[in-house]
């Protein structure tokens, strides 16, 4: 199974954060597509066509699951087409939210995030629930 992990690139931190649930799936066999990994980062606008044709159209190629990383005061612009993308194609998504409960993340999530996928608190609830669905 492939699964696509979403999030912010910014940072060395979002990014660690990141290479940390693909550490994950690729322990439970799982095969990944991660952005940074895999076609790199946008260093000005002649990387654009670059990064979405290979995040997007190459990236997305067989992919069974998404998985998100919503941590921080909002959800990147990226993250949040990159879900919208897979829901628009019937490929399911788990959220992760480590910075705060999710009870208290309507603002910075928004009920449509919310409302379209399962989101776990921490690495170890990812873990159980990959496990759960996935074997």
């Known amino acids: 199974m492939k699964v696509y992990i979403a999030g912010k690139l910014c940072t060395?931190?979002?990014?660690?954060?990141?290479?940390?649930?693909?550490?994950?799936c690729s322990a439970l066999g799982f095969e990944t597509f991660l952005p940074h990994r895999d076609i790199g980062?946008?260093?000005g606008i002649e990387d654009v066509k670059r990064i979405f044709e290979g995040d997007i159209i190459e990236g997305f190629k067989e992919v069974e699951?998404?998985?998100?990383l919503l941590d921080?005061?909002?959800?990147?612009a990226g993250t949040a087409w990159e879900?919208?993308?897979?829901?628009a194609n019937n490929i399911p998504a788990i959220g992760l939210k480590t910075d705060e409960p999710i009870e208290d993340s309507l603002e910075r999530l928004s009920a449509i995030l919310i409302g379209s996928m399962k989101i776990v608190g921490s690495i170890e609830e990812l873990k159980k629930e990959l496990v759960k669905r996935f074997s």
């Open 72 to 76: 921080g005061l909002s959800v990147g």
């Open 12 to 24: 060395d931190i979002e990014r660690e954060k990141l290479e940390e649930i693909e550490r994950l």
């Open 41 to 43: 980062l946008a260093e």
């Open 65 to 68: 699951l998404v998985i998100a």
């Open 83 to 87: 879900l919208g993308y897979a829901y």
